[in-house]
């Protein structure tokens, strides 16, 4: 069974530092990657994700993420955080080509940025 | 504007009773998912359904129940049979086989 592991439950940072959220997961075959996030009060909503090509991948408001297959991991970085960044994030992993109920979320780290 | 529509946002009620979770959609997906979340665990799939009047079990589906009538509402009732209910509840849907979810905002219950 796939499942994904997060390192960190809750990071707290200073404006203007770096940020790298850490996203581990297992499973032996063809995956796509997701992070999703969490702001205070609203829905959940996609940041970023690999489906195949460049291992670097860019999402939105500055975040971007790696894919590295021999560690299986997908690490979100942000290289200057702001306040509003504060939120939970979720890594997320489903079964290349299926449908969407393969998703294994990982059990989320809470960011909160210090102005 | 497109999007996942959920309600109620809060919900409360009492031990023993059934309680109906509205989501509907109007992105034109074909397949709509119920999540519940709950703090330091993620997300788990409760039912998932990929075409109008299917619906299939997902990681923790009992204690629920669901319909697919229409393609564009998903309802889910937590029953009584439910042991630990108070949960927030998330509603997606997903286009195909690319798989990326959308979101509602999701209902929060608590059992009293």
């Known amino acids: 069974a796939q499942s994904v592991s997060q390192h960190n439950h809750h990071v707290i940072l200073s404006e203007a530092a770096s940020l790298e959220l850490g996203c581990n997961y297992s499973y032996g075959g063809t995956v796509n990657l997701f992070w999703y996030v969490q702001y205070p009060g609203q829905h959940l909503q996609l940041l970023l994700k690999y489906f195949s090509g460049d291992p670097l991948v860019k999402g939105i408001k500055g975040f971007e993420a790696e894919f590295i297959k021999s560690k299986f991991s997908f690490n979100l970085r942000k290289p200057s955080v702001q306040w509003s960044d504060t939120a939970e994030y979720f890594c997320a992993v489903k079964s290349s080509g299926n449908y969407g109920q393969n998703f294994v979320f990982g059990p989320g780290t809470r960011l909160s940025v210090l102005p | 504007d497109g999007g996942i529509t959920q309600s109620p946002k809060y919900l409360f009620r009492k031990e023993g009773q059934n309680v109906t979770l509205s989501c509907e959609q109007n992105l034109n997906h074909d397949a709509m998912y119920w999540y519940r979340q709950d703090p330091g665990q993620g997300l788990r799939l409760i039912y998932y359904?990929?075409?109008?009047?299917?619906?299939q079990k997902g990681d923790i589906a009992e204690g629920y129940s669901v319909s697919r009538e229409k393609k564009e509402s998903f309802p889910l009732t937590v029953t009584s049979a439910q042991k630990n209910p108070t949960a927030f509840y998330l509603c997606?849907?997903?286009?195909?086989?690319?798989?990326?979810?959308?979101f509602g905002e999701g209902s929060r219950l608590t059992v009293l």
């Open positions: 997606a849907s997903s286009i195909g086989r690319t798989g990326e979810l959308f």
């Open positions: 359904s990929q075409i109008v009047n299917d619906f």
